[in-house]
């Protein structure tokens, strides 16, 4: 369950899952978890590389989910 306007990371670690983590800017690139089904808002400050956004990675800090999602991490 996630809430409105709230980023993934936080919603993930809300309902007791763990994902490393250190910036929460999306600097780092330690949160990233792979969106499987659905769709997410990235925010511009994510820093994501190229073969990231290909390949549906995104980091969980800065990333709001628009939909249902089925993501793996
Ligand atoms: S915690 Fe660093 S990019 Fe998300």
Not at 8 to 13: A, C, P, T, V
């Given at each position: 369950k996630a809430?409105?306007?709230?980023p993934?990371?936080?919603?993930?670690?809300r309902n007791g899952y763990f994902v490393?983590?250190?910036?929460?800017?999306?600097e780092c690139s330690l949160c990233r978890v792979?969106?499987?089904?659905g769709e997410v808002f990235n925010a511009p400050e994510s820093k994501l590389r190229k073969s990231d956004q290909t390949f549906g990675w995104v980091?969980?800090?800065v990333?709001?989910?628009t939909s249902d999602i089925e993501i793996l991490y």
């Open positions: 809430e409105v306007g709230e993934l990371l936080n919603s993930l670690e490393e983590n250190a910036c929460r800017s999306g792979k969106v499987i089904e980091h969980s800090c990333a709001f989910p």
